[in-house]
């Protein structure tokens, strides 16, 4: 602190030179002379010398003076052009942007955002590591990631920008076949999909407010949460999908909603970066434009099943 507040008095230094007087020089600093004297001065205790010699309308540099003038006025230069490029970099919508976020929301919900954003920002590039898995932060740095449901990092800045709910649903086929479940303990003879890590299905009574909770054995597990829902479409059995997926398929009847007298989860939809004193433009005008997006196109598209949410489950990909 003390470096850095000498540095400010050496280039208050170089001003009043080049100004060629104090009162000029307040003019350009907007700073009262009383002020600007007593930083000189003190400066010149500093040092252990004498740097000016003051007149009534101008002033006279001494031997010592000279000297540090001449030194760290090119010194000082080059130190404020480096400032001002690094402020450039960072005010400047251009230059790179890490993005990290789920397989399913990247290809589906997120595709035009991204071509919008692409098309208004062309200095912007975008680097996109799809994975419905938490990557480490130290493993994979970002700018900013998606994630859903609770988020626990203390490191990172959440802004939630989205939700959608679990709908436990089957295909018209399958519950012709092998029936329809009444109770989430029915579950338990059917053949079950899991789009993982959604393991533990959590269901509540409407009327009773009991809460159902298991840990499902599947017969397909997959960590692409499409790919379980195509399974469940083609009559392999039941899953618990996120409305945003299968809401369509449940508009146009080819999956039903099963268990309507029970509740499932509320799955939050949050933007998450890494907590810094200096955010670059480009970042923080990607996250205004996702937040603008995600209000005027919910995740879910106005899609609703007859299932409602209740909370919010615990931090996941997907």
């Known amino acids: 602190m003390e470096h850095s507040s000498q540095l400010d008095d050496l280039a208050l230094f170089i001003r009043i030179v080049e100004q060629g007087s104090l009162r000029k020089a307040t003019q350009t600093l907007a700073m009262p002379i009383a002020t600007l004297s007593r930083r000189l001065q003190k400066l010149e205790q500093k040092l252990g010398c004498k740097l000016l010699m003051r007149g009534a309308a101008r002033v006279a540099l001494t031997d010592a003076g000279q000297a540090y003038f001449d030194q760290l006025r090119p010194a000082l230069a080059e130190v404020s052009r480096t400032l001002d490029a690094i402020e450039a970099r960072h005010s400047d919508l251009a230059g790179p942007l890490r993005l990290a976020l789920p397989v399913n929301l990247a290809r589906s919900w997120l595709a035009p955002f991204f071509s919008t954003f692409l098309r208004n920002h062309p200095k912007i590039a975008m680097d996109l590591t799809l994975s419905n898995r938490i990557l480490p932060v130290m493993d994979r740095p970002f700018d900013v990631a998606i994630r859903v449901g609770k988020q626990s990092q203390k490191s990172l800045i959440t ?104 509740q499932t989860e509320q799955r939050d939809i949050f933007a998450v970066w890494p907590e810094t004193d200096f955010m670059p433009k480009r970042q923080r005008v990607f996250i205004d434009a996702l937040v603008a997006f995600a209000a005027q196109n919910p995740v879910d598209g106005g899609n609703q099943s007859q299932c409602a949410p209740v909370s919010t489950s615990s931090g996941s990909l997907i």
């Open 159 to 262: 802004r939630k920008i989205s939700s959608t709910f679990l709908v436990p649903c089957a295909s018209p086929a399958y519950l012709a076949a092998h029936g329809t479940p009444n109770h989430p303990d029915d579950l338990r003879d059917h053949a079950l999909i899991v789009a993982s890590p959604l393991r533990t299905w959590r269901l509540h009574d409407r009327t009773t407010g009991k809460e159902e909770i298991f840990t499902v054995e599947s017969r397909f597990s997959v960590d692409e949460i499409e790919l379980a829902a195509m399974m469940i479409e083609d009559g392999h059995g039941i899953g618990l999908i996120p409305n945003s997926t299968v809401g369509p398929a449940l508009t146009a009847g080819r999956l039903v909603a099963v268990l309507p007298d029970w």
